[in-house]
Every structure is written in structure tokens, then in C-alpha cells.
């Protein structure tokens, strides 16, 4: 990313430094996956309970435990928390589902059940800060999944703010801005490509 480029020029500026954006495997995640009666099954969960997806390691800077500010304010979507043990234990997300039981922790799944979730879910929650690159974020858009993320890292290089999802600054006021761009996308699915 451009992003991860001016970061190593800094300490390498008379290197040339060339940024070639990865790809995703489109025969992979593809909208042409969505299934919610899949869903449903795999969630345990009505086919019209709308569903916000995280998927990241569980680390402090990717910021995971948003997920149950979230699911506490928005209690009729069901929130899923992909991502192995990091900073985050498994103790931390028995705890954020005490609190709300619209949270389900996979620690890892398939890659290709990671496209059929990001294929049949309404949206991709990405409070991460300083992202490098967010191959996350691509493949969930390739999977016709719109993007709520905060604006920060190379994020802004992928995610097109009111066009593939919504970008939030970091700050006051943000968990706020996130709970409402989800909550506006699981009832409008204008964004979602098929």
C-alpha cells in the first residue's frame, strides 16, 4: 500500500520503493456464495437477522473488542468475531458474550467458510488502526460486502467512503458513527454488489 511505502521511506528514502496491490481470489469470495439459510444454520439464528462480521487477529490495535459496544447497542444484529487469540484471550470474548448474546466467536475457520460468511452476511465491521493493508477488507468487497472501517493504515486506499462502505475517524464520537453506519446498512442493502 502507499501507505506502508511512506512508512519505509523514512528509513530507507533512497530506496525505490514500487507498490503492487495484491489481488483476491475471485472464484473464491464472490457474491455468487451468498446463502442465508447457510448462514442461518451456521448462526443459529433467523434468515432475516441481519449479521456484521469482523475477522482479524484478536490484537489491541485491531481492536476487536468494539465488538461488544456493538452488540449491546445494536441487540437485533448478530455480531460474529472471527479471529485467533492475540492480546484478546478467550476469556476476554466469554466475557464480551456475557454481556451480549449476539456474539459468536469462530477462533479460525475454512477459508472458503470466511467467503460463504462474507458472501451471505450484511456487513464488515473494521475498527482496526494502522492497517497495512487489510487483505480483510478486499476480500469481504469481493464478496459484495460492504465496509464500515476506520479511516487509518491503508484503509482509505481501499475503501471507497459512501461507495463500498464508510470510513469513520478515529476519536470521539466513533463508536458512535459506527453503530449507526451498521445499523443504516443492515436495513438498507443498496451497497451490497451482487
Not at 10 to 20: L, N
Not at 65 to 85: K, T
Request: hydrophobic content about 45%; overall charge neutral.
Amino acid at each position: 500500500s502507499e501507505y506502508i511505502r511512506g512508512s519505509l521511506l523514512q528509513s530507507f528514502p533512497e530506496k525505490r520503493i514500487v507498490v503492487t496491490l495484491e489481488g483476491v481470489d475471485a472464484e473464491v469470495f464472490t457474491p455468487k456464495k451468498r446463502d442465508r439459510v447457510w448462514l442461518s444454520a451456521f448462526l443459529n439464528c433467523s434468515t432475516e437477522k441481519p449479521v456484521a462480521v469482523f475477522v482479524g487477529h484478536l490484537l489491541k490495535r485491531k481492536r476487536p473488542d468494539f465488538i461488544v459496544s456493538l452488540a449491546e447497542r445494536l441487540p437485533n444484529v448478530e455480531f460474529v468475531l472471527v479471529g485467533r487469540e492475540g492480546h484478546f484471550t478467550r476469556s476476554d470474548v466469554s466475557e464480551w458474550q456475557s454481556r451480549a448474546a449476539n456474539v459468536h466467536w469462530f477462533q479460525s475457520l475454512e477459508r472458503d467458510v470466511v467467503a460463504r460468511l462474507f458472501a451471505s452476511a450484511d456487513v464488515l465491521f473494521f475498527p482496526t488502526l494502522d492497517e497495512p493493508f487489510g487483505f480483510t477488507t478486499i476480500e469481504a468487497m469481493a464478496s459484495g460486502l460492504p465496509v464500515v472501517a476506520t479511516k487509518s493504515g491503508a484503509t482509505p486506499e481501499i475503501v471507497r467512503d459512501g461507495i463500498d462502505g464508510f470510513l469513520i475517524p478515529e476519536g470521539a464520537g466513533e463508536l458512535k458513527e459506527f453503530e449507526k453506519k451498521i445499523a443504516m446498512l443492515v436495513e438498507n442493502s443498496k451497497m451490497r454488489r451482487n
